[in-house]
């Protein structure tokens, strides 16, 4: 009996001391470790077809973006996504804050390298003036690029909607492209009984080149009620003077940055031989408006209103005071920062490619 006692008391000492030695173990769940974090999930992505037709995918919400043109980026700010907008090319400069953006070259040969540093998820690039081998280049990189073609003022509306569908801000795209289409309608109804005015829009002197009728610039005129006297379907036509001299144009035109400097280029004009048969040059009839012109970005349709005032300020003497008498057309406000006297020489392959990139 005193055995059998002694055994159980043993016994129960071991049973202590084990659930002692548990006690002090860690429990399963307070051992275990979480697995590390997975990655961030890679931002949701659309398909979308740009204006060459292409398929690509792109961010819900693009937020780092290339522009390979100024006239992108011109309408990225017109948007308010200048932002997100990490580069731009070394002829960005309106409006000035985007000569502070980060540069990656010209948009003919832009820096791939610099690019792709950039770790852009969109890269915007337009069919005028950018090459499909940049495109080639982008799509080997695996970096997503959206192509855009522009060739008259509404396909610009368009174009410039379709761009706040692509960057997220649709809203914002149909509140800019309703304002630039109201304020060319309410133009139309100023200018609809008015015959429109022939004119040759100057792009250079020497050679003399002029645009081509299928361009945006002439639809540009076209809006501002004016008609271009240059029939050709090239888009950068050499004109003979000869020929311009029998067509006798109403008005010269010039797009310039500075309308003192465009002022000095019409008097240099008017003594060269030729020029001084031309009705417009000896009656000083000609009209400087903004470089605008020369991009297809929204601010075309300020340039457009500013060339319509010039050539018919009899359609906006409502708006003077009752008091004054009209005033003749002012001398433009916003004149070319390539004026056509001040580089009479230029040969016309590398001034197409100058014009090329300041759009």
């Known amino acids: 009996m005193q055995h059998s006692s002694a055994h159980a008391m043993r016994r129960a000492r071991i049973f202590a001391s084990a659930l002692l030695l548990l006690g002090a173990l860690p429990v399963r769940a307070q051992s275990f470790t979480p697995p590390p974090a997975s990655a ?54 309106y ?10 070259g010209g948009p003919i040969n832009p820096n791939l390298e610099e690019i792709a540093a950039l ?14 081998d940049t495109l080639r280049a982008l799509d080997t990189l695996g970096i997503p690029a959206y192509a855009t073609r522009a060739q008259n003022v509404d396909e610009i509306l368009s174009t410039t909607q379709k761009l706040a569908d692509l960057v997220g801000v649709p809203e914002t795209g149909k509140s800019l492209t309703a304002d630039l289409q109201a304020r060319l309608a309410a133009l139309h109804a100023k200018l609809e009984a008015l015959p429109p005015s022939r004119v040759l829009f100057v792009v250079w002197a020497r050679p003399l080149i002029s645009v081509g009728k299928n361009t ?55 003594v060269l031989p030729g020029w001084r048969l031309l009705d417009a040059v000896r009656n000083r009839r000609f009209a400087v408006i903004s470089e605008a012109v020369n991009r297809p970005a929204p601010r075309i349709v300020s340039a457009i209103e500013d060339l319509a005032r010039q050539l018919h300020p009899s359609a906006f003497q409502d708006a003077l005071a009752p008091e004054k008498p009209a005033a003749p057309a002012p001398p433009p406000s916003n004149p070319p920062a390539s004026s056509p006297a001040a580089h009479m020489t230029m040969n016309t392959p590398l001034f197409a490619w100058e014009l090329a990139c300041a759009r």
């Open 216 to 270: 945006f610039i002439a639809d540009a005129l076209r809006k501002a009620d004016a008609t271009s006297i240059v029939d050709a379907s090239q888009d950068w036509p050499q004109m003979n003077l000869e020929e311009v001299v029998r067509l006798q144009p109403d008005y010269l035109v010039f797009a310039a940055s500075h309308a003192e400097s465009a002022a000095r280029d019409f008097e240099a004009l008017s």
């Open 95 to 104: 409006p000035p804050d985007a000569q502070k953006k980060r540069k990656v």
């Open 40 to 93: 961030a999930p890679a931002p949701a992505m659309r398909e979308v077809v740009d204006e060459f037709g292409r398929t690509i995918r792109v961010p819900q919400i693009p937020m780092r973006i290339v522009s390979l043109a100024p006239s992108l980026t011109e309408t990225l700010y017109a948007l308010g996504v200048q932002d997100r907008l990490v580069g731009d090319t070394d002829y960005c400069d």
């Open 119 to 132: 770790h852009p998820d969109l890269v915007l690039v337009t069919k005028e003036i950018n090459r499909l």
